[in-house]
């Protein structure tokens, strides 16, 4: 059940100096999240605030470990749709590395991506229905950020100048202009960038043609890994406790649950599951499915280059992403499906500073390289909930956009926990929709 996202905003901002207020109506627990990525320690950040006795578990320190470290710092407000789609299953071998795109998916791994790719092929024929779905998540998105960000006084990190997208050749004007036409149909505002701008970024690239948009809802952050971090420090000023272990084990015992861990086990009261493409397993054995992938993304960084504008650009040809953040910038591409524990592939490092080569930016740093896996579900839509009849919570499967949704999970968690209605729909993100 939905209610007043105005007037949740009101009491958000009167109360941002720090975190909301406890509600002493509500009755407080001792809650371990499992997972110190951004999404979990957004959590984490909220519930503290709520009055609850919070622990975190995670071998890597806040923000560091998994997706949140690697993540290319866009707050995409504009990806109201999720990314099935009937056109993608007809034209996705184009997107295939073979033929120059981002997506991997090396055979020895087809079958074991069978069951998950059946369920996607699924969902792109109820991608209207998860549009009205997702978005209400994502469209506030840089404004959620900006509010979070103030109440623990970090609003450095964030910068809200919108992005850029920019294509090149013959068909620049046409592909922008159906762009800017699909985003009008989803009430995304969008501009047309600016004619000098785009004259540099075309010498650059050594083009006659180009065209571009900018995206004015959206922003960026100047270090993913420091707001994972900032969110960390913010929940331990009202109590959290981050310990650096590995959760391998939940199970019910009387009233509560006993959580196996990398060095023991520990008593709790409820858990919130938010340790990205490792929730499987802690899920799972509660009788849940939990059609989870990860997919690999890459990164390079180029130290002290300029940025070209301050926000993202996203290099539409070359499906490449570059992003200003504190000294440097950083340049994603690649979705690899080659399951959890599939090694690095070298190449894909050289073809990004290729990529990179193509729009005019020089060779990134050898030493500023990184990989990790995003949890991705088969219908783009993360999994908020909790396992039935059980004190556990979930929130996984944020795909390309944890960064971007940390603000609002984490307040719809809250909400969900302290046994109050969420303030937008969120029966679409039950795991069960899964079996």
């Not at 802690?282 to 997919?295: I, T």
């Not at 046994?419 to 029966?427: A, F, T, V």
């Amino acid at each position: 059940m939905a209610c007043s996202g105005f007037v949740d905003r009101i009491r958000y901002s009167l109360t941002r100096a720090s975190g909301p207020a406890p509600d002493m109506s509500i009755e407080k627990r001792e809650i371990t999240v499992i997972g110190a990525g951004v999404i979990g320690s957004a959590i984490a950040w909220r519930l503290a605030t709520q009055g609850h006795s919070v622990r975190v578990l995670d071998p890597e320190p806040p923000g560091f470990g998994g997706a949140s470290y690697g993540n290319v710092g866009h707050i995409a407000a504009e990806l109201v749709e999720p990314l099935p789609s009937p056109k993608l299953l007809l034209t996705f071998w184009k997107e295939l590395v073979q033929f120059g795109g981002p997506l991997h998916m090396p055979m020895r791994h087809w079958f074991g991506l069978l069951p998950w790719s059946l369920r996607f092929a699924m969902a792109a024929f109820r991608r209207a229905e998860n549009t009205r779905a997702l978005a209400p998540l994502v469209r506030t998105a840089t404004t959620d950020f900006q509010q979070m960000l103030e109440a623990f006084g970090r609003t450095d990190l964030l910068r809200q100048n919108g992005h850029y997208q920019i294509w090149y050749g013959a068909k620049a004007e046409q592909a922008a202009a159906a762009e800017a036409a699909h985003m009008a149909t989803l009430d995304i505002p969008t501009a047309p960038a600016d004619a000098s701008w785009l004259n540099v970024q075309a010498q650059r690239a050594g083009v006659d043609a180009i065209a571009g948009l900018h995206f004015p809802t959206c922003g960026h952050v100047l270090d993913p890994a420091e707001v994972g971090k900032a969110c960390a420090d913010a929940a331990k000023a009202h109590g959290a406790v981050f310990e650096p272990v590995a959760a391998t084990k939940i199970e019910r015992r009387g009233a509560g649950l006993v959580i196996t861990h990398s060095a023991g086990q520990i008593n709790t009261e409820a858990a919130v599951v938010a340790a990205g493409v490792w929730s499987k397993p802690l899920l799972e054995a509660f009788g849940l499915k939990v059609p989870l992938q990860p997919a690999y993304g890459y990164h390079v960084e180029l130290p002290n280059e300029p940025a070209q504008i301050d926000a993202p650009i996203l290099y539409s040809d070359q499906r490449l992403l570059v992003t200003p953040m504190a000294g440097r910038l950083r340049a994603s591409s690649f979705m690899e499906f080659s399951g959890l524990h599939s090694k690095v592939d070298p190449r894909k490092f050289t073809r990004l500073d290729e990529l990179l080569a193509q729009v005019g930016y020089p060779k990134s740093d050898p030493s500023r390289r990184w990989r990790g896996p995003r949890p991705i579900l088969p219908d783009y839509l993360p999994g908020l909930g909790q396992v039935p009849g059980q004190p556990i919570y979930y929130a996984i499967g944020h795909q390309h956009i944890g960064l971007t949704l940390a603000p609002m999970t984490a307040e719809v968690m809250g909400r969900l926990i302290d046994g109050s209605h969420p303030h937008i729909p969120c029966d679409a993100f039950d795991l069960r929709r899964f079996g």
